[in-house]
């Protein structure tokens, strides 16, 4: 039986697996050495997890390239990971039309193409890896488990990406807290729609089946909302592992029957609307699972499960993991949350080529997000302690501005910021790609719902096309650089008015372009 099944019906079994591996790995260990750092940018496909174990197999350490962040944050990455060799595909490089951003790889690093890899495989070769897998003390050295498993990059969403260095217990850790926190069953199907490059796509919807005996199905773009819930019928998937946004839109594209088959639909890297909820209620008898991480963690720090799921929570801190509470000055929705246990990273890589920060096992980490536990141990996410704008003596959450935004036109992205002004005081500008979107349309929804005067924007932005991250969530760093840029240009008092006449004393504006991709300037 498949344990790891592609779009295009390829399917390994772990004997397969294991084999391709050895195989694959026997000729990268020839291009490279022992405990480097070899960089991955594949899509989520059965060839890219192939390419990871094979790393595995030989010692070296996989530095999860995030294709869609631009050439020069892809170049940062391979900096801050000390790459010399980054292993693609050519099949997948023209589908992505991602020629420019290997042209400019290629002046730094290695470019090794995994068709190449496969052409140049002998019998000898093969006959290799049959023994390999039947014997794999032959050529695993691997004892330590503290070392090295892989580089991910965070998001960045509010500035540059990390690179954060995961060892092998970290990521066996935080599978075992999810298989004691959930109890799985070996039937189960799961449906991964999200980048390997992410730490939830990796662990949650790769490594987590394949190691707990469960068949995965890979997809390499969420964005293929006609075609996934299709495809979740067609492969019997009963578990699907997503984002809000891709999983409200793959609800509300899908036929009646394409959905019916899932039991569960597990969400992370953003708060799960009421849209989301209605829509799967619609079209599913699934349960929605919501849970929340930090690339950090590997990543999953809380997660409702099938017995105690209680909406507007992430669930339970999970088993082997402690959590605790600061006060932040001058916030009264939460506390700052730390976290410690066996799945925090290893350290964060520095940018100075010198190697990785190295924390001790006991410290605590900061998530730097707010939060607060009920009475019950359910933790309650209130927002990024980074996400606050300073209105008059209030800090308003930006997380709650886009809240108020998604229930005003669930259908669209939104985007908060805070922009700072000529006196020093900061403006909420709300930047969405709903059409006709106006400070007017927002009050008149606004005021039977008893929002305060603080949550409302100061000035509404229109765009035709929000710019996203892998995981569907605005890539904020992006937005903000050409915002204000086009801000300045286009209303140049605008940002020196003062603000406190609040939410009808602004002029709108509109920008009928598209902003740039993720990752990219204009």
């Known amino acids: 039986m498949p344990i790891v099944q592609g779009r295009e019906g390829e399917a390994f079994t772990y004997g397969a697996l294991v084999r391709s591996a050895y195989a694959l790995g ?6 490279s050495a022992r405990g480097e750092n070899v960089g991955i940018m594949l899509p989520t496909t059965p060839a890219g997890v192939v390419a990871v174990f094979a790393l595995y197999a030989f010692g070296r350490v996989p530095a999860f390239i995030n294709y869609l962040a631009g050439t020069q944050r892809i170049g940062e990455a391979c900096r801050i990971a000390d790459l010399s060799i980054v292993l693609t595909s050519r099949r997948f490089i023209d589908i992505a039309k991602l020629h420019a951003t290997v042209a400019s790889l290629k002046i730094v690093v290695t470019v090794i193409y995994l068709e190449d890899l496969k052409r140049s495989l002998t019998f000898f070769d093969k006959l290799r890896a049959l023994v390999r897998s039947i014997q794999p003390a032959i050529s695993s050295k691997q004892k330590n488990s503290d070392a090295p498993a892989a580089i991910l990059f965070t998001s960045g969403t509010t500035g540059s990406p990390k690179g954060v260095v995961l060892s092998h217990r970290n990521i066996l850790a935080n599978i075992a807290q999810c298989r004691a926190h959930v109890p799985f069953r070996r039937d189960w199907v799961f449906f991964n729609v999200l980048p390997i490059f992410h730490a939830f796509g990796l662990t949650g919807g790769t490594f987590l089946p394949i190691l707990g005996g469960m068949k995965t199905v890979l997809y390499p773009s969420p964005l293929d909302r006609e075609k996934i819930p299709e495809e979740i019928k067609r492969s019997a998937a009963t578990v699907l592992v997503a984002t809000d946004t891709f999983a409200k839109l793959y609800a509300r594209s899908a036929d009646k029957s394409a959905l019916q088959g899932l039991h569960y639909v597990v969400l992370g890297g953003e708060a799960v609307n009421d849209a989301t909820v209605i829509s799967f209620a619609e079209k599913s008898g699934a349960v929605i699972l ?13 997660l409702n499960r099938p017995s105690r799921n209680r909406r507007g929570t992430v669930g339970e801190i999970l088993p082997g993991m402690e959590a605790r509470l600061e006060t932040a000055p001058g916030i009264e929705i939460g506390k700052r949350l730390f976290v410690r246990g066996p799945n925090v990273m290893l350290g964060y890589r520095k940018d100075d080529g010198s190697g990785q920060s190295i924390r001790s096992p006991g410290d ?18 209130k927002g990024r302690l980074k ?18 935004a998604k229930s005003c036109w669930p259908d669209a992205n939104h985007a908060a910021l805070a922009i700072s002004q000529a006196d020093g005081r900061e403006a909420i500008v709300l930047v969405t790609d709903q059409g006709g979107a ?7 929804w606004s005021r039977p719902q008893g929002i305060s005067r603080f949550e409302k924007p100061h000035y509404i932005v229109a765009v035709g096309r929000l710019p996203l991250l892998a995981t569907g969530k605005p890539d904020l760093a992006n937005i903000r650089r050409t915002v204000e840029q086009r801000l300045q240009r286009l209303a140049p008092r605008m940002l020196d008015a003062r603000i406190d006449r609040g939410l009808a004393t602004e002029p709108d504006i509109k920008i009928s372009t598209h902003l740039p991709a993720a990752g990219r300037r204009d």
């Open 438 to 444: 106006n400070r007017a349309a927002f009050a008149a």
């Open 387 to 404: 996400r606050f704008a300073r209105v008059g003596a209030e800090m308003v959450s930006l997380a709650a501005v886009e809240q108020h």
């Open 290 to 302: 919501e849970g929340y991480g930090a690339t950090e963690c590997a990543p999953v720090i809380a």
């Open 26 to 31: 026997g000729k990268i260990a020839d291009l």
């Open 364 to 381: 605590w980490f900061d998530t730097g997000d707010l939060a607060d536990i009920d009475e019950d141990g359910f933790l309650i996410i």
